[in-house]
């Protein structure tokens, strides 16, 4: 089985400040790698995935994250943060038998 | 496009009553259905996931039970609630056929809290 780690439980970062969500997974087998946001009360949103080819992938809004296999991780980073990036943030893997497996999560706070 | 429906979106429950939490999909036929806990503070802990109608697959024993009575309904029930079932519920979907791209798409959860 898969595990998922999310080294920082909570970030704190001042606006406008760059910022690294940590992520590593166990398995160096073939993942699926997903980001995914949770604001407060609500469902989880998907952010963005790798699944193959480029290792570096983007978000609409200005998230990326890449994908190191050597190093089993895929950390979220953003050069500018805002108010409005507060949130949950889950690191999730599917592996080859299509079971998801997820982080216990990241808490960014965007101080102003 | 596909939508996913959950409700209600809060619940607030007496110790020893019943449960019934509620999630459709449209948009898509025979989907991969979910439903996840979320506990404060803590992560996602799959409780049940369903492939096809009547076929329910519980990663956890406790007092909850899911049923699948259509293709895309998924249910979410208890005859009698404990403390410690309050928390965040999600319910998921994602494509069939073991499709390994295919991400999980969540509804907007539900708040329960068991007094």
């Not at chain 1, 760059?18 to 992520?23: G, I, M, N, S, T």
């Not at chain 2, 509620?22 to 799959?46: D, F, H, I, K, M």
């Not at chain 2, 369903?50 to 007092?63: A, F, L, R």
């Amino acid at each position: 089985a898969q595990s998922v780690t999310q080294l920082d439980s909570q970030v704190p970062v001042f606006e406008e400040a760059p910022v690294e969500l940590r992520c590593n997974y166990s398995s160096s087998v073939s993942v699926y790698l997903f980001w995914y946001v949770q604001y407060p009360n609500q469902g989880l949103q998907l952010l963005l995935k790798y699944l193959s080819g480029s290792t570096l992938v983007e978000s609409i809004n200005g998230f990326e994250a890449e994908f190191n296999k050597s190093q089993t991780s895929f950390h979220l980073r953003k050069p500018s943060v805002h108010i409005s990036d507060t949130a949950e943030y889950f690191c999730a893997v599917i592996d080859t038998g299509n079971q998801f497996y997820f982080g216990t999560g990241t808490s960014l706070t965007v101080i102003p | 496009s596909q939508t996913i429906h959950q409700w209600p979106a809060t619940l607030v429950q007496p110790v020893g009553s019943p449960l019934s939490l509620e999630c459709t999909v449209e948009g898509t036929s025979n989907p991969n259905l979910y439903w996840y806990r979320q506990a404060a503070g803590r992560g996602l802990q799959l409780l049940f996931y369903s492939v096809g109608i009547g076929q329910i697959s519980s990663e956890v024993p406790q007092n909850l039970s899911a049923s699948r009575p259509q293709d895309r309904q998924f249910i979410l029930s208890s005859k009698k609630l404990l403390l410690s079932d309050s928390g965040f519920y999600l319910c998921a979907w994602s494509l069939s056929g073991g499709a390994a791209n295919s991400p999980l798409h969540f509804g907007n959860g539900t708040r329960l809290t068991v007094t």
